[in-house]
């Protein structure tokens, strides 16, 4: 059996689904471009029938990426196979990725239906997208919970009908490691034809066992795996590109190999948080911040004395560069442009002057500026366009002072000022700002994060608010972190002001 392993992944797909983490076109071609060079093989960039933005999104990812396989997700249904088709036109190489629901519940409580008319569906789907098409992926939705031996019957039917990859997903994330693993072994054991299609998983983090349920069923026969950067995806999470790269990598035993450029891993994690407003955990493996710090007096001292004591990968081969340069207020666009091309970020003559610009005041604050400050200022004209800036706050607030804020806004060129009390320096500028957008508001989440550790850091607040019965995302981050929430409150604003 062929020992390569193919990456397919699905940020920009499954990833995207995570509530607040949506892409406008632009950013999904800059991560595209990032997979690009990573060396992803197959980038599932939408589901086109889904919206007017995902069909235009896999328009323009065709146009931008030269060598990856663009995938488009569909339904087993012929419509959304026809979109599917027209968003792919400009792709040097494309695939279908088409499928239904085949565990008893799915099919008694989704469709309705019987285990043979789901045969039938599924084999007609393929066939279909095969007219089309040469690469066409099935996807056996819940095959965690479907019964081998009908999931079998399904694999060697739609492969007779012409599939080229049969996607195995744990939907649920419910497989234990050694249970997923049997499954997938079954199928090699048990489909007549399985020797002419690629077996793949798609594994979810709902338990904590997307990466070993992946790992389970590569060592069993699979050889495509479904993944996302960081993890990203909904409810937990999918499976981490950057943690199969890795184990890969570091288990020369188990004799597989991938096409990742594994120093890339890092610049395209940050890029990927910094655009998706998703922060890493500090003790996310590989790409999290304490993946590679010792605070351990006794690890202190083994990694002094050979790193390999504690550390099984070397920080530089996931693109963690100690030696980068460090950019500071002195630092031309030269050097502002370098970082960013390190980190995957492309941008035009005037765009960098806009950037450079808003760098050196940031620098004027901040003492060193790392990459995530840097990729947070290239996405900063996200706010270009919003119907409401916020153009100045005040606030006074200290122990035994009732904190008091003072706001102006500019709503489409007209000016508003306010002020208000409230229970801390936050709930006062927000408070004040509801003054002049009067809104019935409920704040639902709030989080701050802070990009590195030090005091003049960049906070980076994420807000969730409901207004009339619908939930709205927003995100700000400035090195006041006042500011930061409310330019966080007024993102969410212009999401349904109109």
């Known amino acids: ?7 397919f992944d699905t940020t920009l797909r499954d990833g995207e689904q995570v509530p607040g983490c949506q892409l406008n076109t632009v950013e999904k071609i800059q991560v595209a471009k990032a997979l690009e060079a990573l060396g992803v093989d197959i980038i599932e960039a939408g589901f086109p029938i889904s919206s007017p933005g995902d069909f235009n999104s896999v328009i323009e990812i065709s146009k931008a990426v030269t060598w990856p396989t663009i995938c488009a997700l569909t339904r087993a249904v012929e419509k959304d196979i026809d979109v599917a088709v027209d968003a792919l036109k400009y792709a040097k190489h494309k695939r279908i990725h088409t499928g239904i629901g085949t565990s008893d519940s799915h099919i008694k409580y989704k469709f309705n239906s019987n285990r043979e008319e789901i045969i039938e569906r599924a084999v007609k789907a393929v066939k279909y997208a095969r007219r089309f098409v040469d690469d066409v992926e099935f996807y056996a939705e819940d095959a965690g919970r479907t019964e081998n031996e009908y999931l079998a019957r399904v694999v060697e039917a739609v492969i007779k009908a012409g599939a080229t990859v049969v996607n195995i997903p744990d ?5 234990l490691p050694a249970e997923y693993g049997a499954k997938i072994k079954y199928l090699v054991d048990h489909v007549d034809n399985i020797d002419k299609a690629i077996i793949s998983t798609h594994c979810h983090n709902d338990l904590g066992m997307a990466t070993a349920n992946t790992m389970s069923g590569l060592l069993n026969g699979a050889r495509q795996c479904e993944v996302t950067i960081n993890g990203i995806g909904e409810r937990a999470g999918n499976t981490a590109l950057e943690e199969i790269a890795m184990i890969i990598r570091s288990h020369s035993d188990i004799d597989l190999t991938t096409n990742i450029n594994t120093q890339k891993i890092y610049p395209t994690s ?3 948080s910094s655009l998706m407003n998703m922060p890493v955990q500090p003790n996310k493996a590989i790409v999290g911040r304490n993946a590679f710090a010792h605070s351990s007096g006794i690890h202190q001292d083994g990694v002094l004395k050979n790193i390999t004591t504690y550390e ?16 500071t207020a002195r630092s031309g666009r030269a050097a502002l442009k370098h970082r960013l091309g390190v980190l995957g970020v492309q941008l035009t003559a005037e765009k960098l002057d806009t950037v450079y610009e808003e760098f050196l005041k940031l620098a004027d604050k901040k003492k060193d500026i790392n990459d995530d400050d840097i990729l947070m200022l290239a996405g900063a004209d996200r706010t270009g366009n919003h119907h409401i800036k916020l153009d100045f706050l005040q606030v006074t607030s200290g122990v035994g002072v009732r904190p008091v804020a003072s706001i102006g806004i500019d709503i489409a060129g007209e000016k508003f000022e306010a002020a208000a009390t409230g229970n801390g320096p936050v709930d006062a500028a ?3 700002l509801k003054q002049i957008v009067k809104r019935h508001m409920i704040i639902k989440e709030f989080t701050i994060q802070s990009i590195n550790k030090g005091s003049d850091d960049i906070g980076k607040v994420h807000m969730q608010v409901e207004y009339d019965g619908h939930i709205y995302y927003g995100f700000g981050a400035n090195t006041d972190i006042v500011s930061a929430s409310v330019e966080a409150y007024i993102d969410c604003i212009n999401k349904f002001v109109k």
Do not use: E, F, Q
């Open 1 to 7: 059996m062929d020992n390569k392993v193919y990456i």
């Open 171 to 175: 939907t649920t994330g419910y497989c």
């Open 270 to 272: 940050r890029m990927v």
């Open 312 to 327: 099984i990968i070397d920080p530089h081969d996931v693109g963690i560069d100690d030696n980068s340069i460090v950019l």
């Open 430 to 432: 927000i408070n004040a």
